[in-house]
């Protein structure tokens, strides 16, 4: 194990950030498909996303199906987006927790305060981050690697009470397929497996699949 004085947290972190998959300025959306299916029942409809990120689901008429579609579009394209790293990140500081088989893991201090990572072979496989006043964890077991940087391909994702750190949600697990529609490299959401324990003690399985796929000039 490497002297935990030599370990540059902030120059790994660098690494595993700008090492995410994320689109060129020149993304103008796309379009295609959607099928949402859960206890099922399977509805069908049809998606657009633009350069602004705001999805538009039509052919949907159940308006809580139309908003889960639209909140899956916006936060998987929200992570593509490409913000330099010095602008996000100058007034952090990164602080060694641990070196273990899973990664290193690091503290925030400064602007992000509290905030937590977890980094092994550049890519940052947890997540602990306080986000409009919850705690958000994550865990990343499987990644994508597009040869132009990785996505997470298989996580789970629960949100904790800042004040008591206790979770006061249900722990969701995810599985996300992605293809490649341009030779640009564009690697877009084709499918995500969603699971998780409902209210009922059930295990529940919703799907979100999107298919056709065009890019907009």
Not at 75 to 92: A, L, M, P, W, Y
Not at 100 to 110: T, Y
Request: a neutral charge; aromatic letters at 12%.
């Amino acid at each position: 194990m490497e002297n935990q004085r030599e370990v540059n947290c902030k120059e790994i972190f660098r690494k595993a950030y700008e090492n995410r998959y994320t689109w060129n300025d020149e993304f103008n959306g796309y379009r295609g498909k959607c099928i949402f299916f859960v206890n099922n029942n399977a509805h069908e409809g049809e998606f657009l996303l633009g350069k602004d990120f705001k999805p538009n689901i039509q052919k949907i008429e159940d308006q809580k199906i139309v908003k889960s579609i639209a909140s899956q579009l916006f936060e998987v394209c929200i992570h593509r987006v490409k913000r330099d790293f010095t602008s996000v990140h100058s007034e952090n500081n990164f602080n060694l927790i641990k070196n273990s088989e899973s990664g290193i893991e690091m503290s925030v201090s400064g602007k992000n305060q509290g905030d937590k990572y977890r980094v092994k072979n550049d890519c940052i496989n947890m997540v602990y981050r306080k986000i409009h006043g919850t705690i958000i964890e994550i865990f990343v077991e499987e990644f994508l690697d597009t040869g132009i940087g990785t996505l997470s391909k298989k996580y789970s994702s629960q949100q904790i009470d800042p004040n008591t750190l206790k979770a006061n949600s249900q722990k969701m697990e995810y599985e996300d397929e992605f293809v490649n529609i341009d030779k640009k490299g564009y690697w877009i959401l084709n499918s995500r497996t969603i699971k998780f324990i409902n209210r009922n003690q059930d295990e529940e399985t919703q799907k979100f699949v999107f298919d056709e796929l065009c890019l907009l000039n």
